[in-house]
């Protein structure tokens, strides 16, 4: 299995700016895709970004200005740089992940337990 660990969550003001960590840990796995993803009270989760192994991201359109994803192979860490917070991006962000066990080929996908991000004044 793999484990998934974010931080960084918090409040902040109008225009500033946060950074999103999410660590997996486990053993004997490969990791895929890398994500965040993010749900508000009454509706459904959605994408916010993804990231490949090779690098190749892609982001809800209206983000894709804001936000930045990156993640760290070596330290199987993936990071979501948020600057220009609106009220609108308040909610729980999901780190996500595809991954398999290296001793199978069948893909599987975990979760974070979510971190708040609150943009407030």
């Known amino acids: 299995q793999v484990q998934l660990v974010e931080s960084g969550g918090g409040l902040v003001q109008p225009g500033g700016s946060l950074r999103l960590s999410c660590v997996a840990s486990?053993?004997?796995?490969?990791?895929?895709?890398m994500g965040w993803y993010r749900q508000t009270p009454g509706k459904q989760r959605e994408l916010v970004a993804t990231?490949?192994?090779?690098?190749?991201?892609d982001y809800a359109g209206s983000l894709k200005d804001r936000f930045t994803i990156s993640r760290d192979n070596a330290k199987n860490t993936v990071y979501l740089q948020m600057n220009g917070l609106k009220p609108e991006d308040t909610a729980v962000y999901y780190c996500?992940?595809?991954?398999?066990?290296?001793?199978?080929?069948?893909?599987?996908?975990?979760w974070g337990q979510g971190t708040q991000v609150t943009v407030s004044s």
């Open positions: 990231i490949t192994t090779g690098g190749t991201t």
């Open positions: 486990g053993s004997s796995f490969s990791i895929y895709v």
């Open positions: 996500n992940v595809v991954w398999r066990a290296t001793t199978v080929t069948t893909l599987r996908t975990s």
